[in-house]
């Protein structure tokens, strides 16, 4: 009895550590398609993130003081 459940349990692990090693290879093939065929684009620079992430912060804290 002792013996049938190690195996089940070693199996189920198994199983388990094999979807874990195909889920990732999967997420990296995709993440690499992603990449190849849609780049990110290089054409922001960072002054214009920076007025992006400015103006954010902005609207956060006008959020937050109206809040209270």
Same mark, same amino acid.
């Given at each position: 009895?002792?013996?049938?459940?190690?195996?089940?349990?070693?199996?189920?692990? #198994?199983?388990?550590? +094999?979807?874990?090693?195909? *889920? +990732? #290879? &999967?997420?990296?093939? *995709?993440?690499?398609? &992603?990449?190849?065929?849609?780049?990110?684009?290089?054409?922001?620079?960072?002054?214009?993130?920076?007025?992006?992430?400015? #103006?954010?912060?902005?609207?956060?804290?006008? &959020? +937050?003081?109206?809040?209270?």
């Amino acid at each position: 009895m002792f013996l049938r459940g190690l195996e089940l349990t070693l199996a189920g692990m #198994t199983v388990v550590f +094999v979807f874990l090693i195909i *889920m +990732v #290879t &999967a997420i990296q093939l *995709m993440s690499y398609i &992603a990449n190849k065929y849609f780049p990110e684009k290089s054409g922001e620079t960072e002054e214009g993130l920076a007025a992006e992430d400015n #103006t954010l912060i902005a609207a956060i804290a006008v &959020a +937050v003081k109206n809040r209270r």
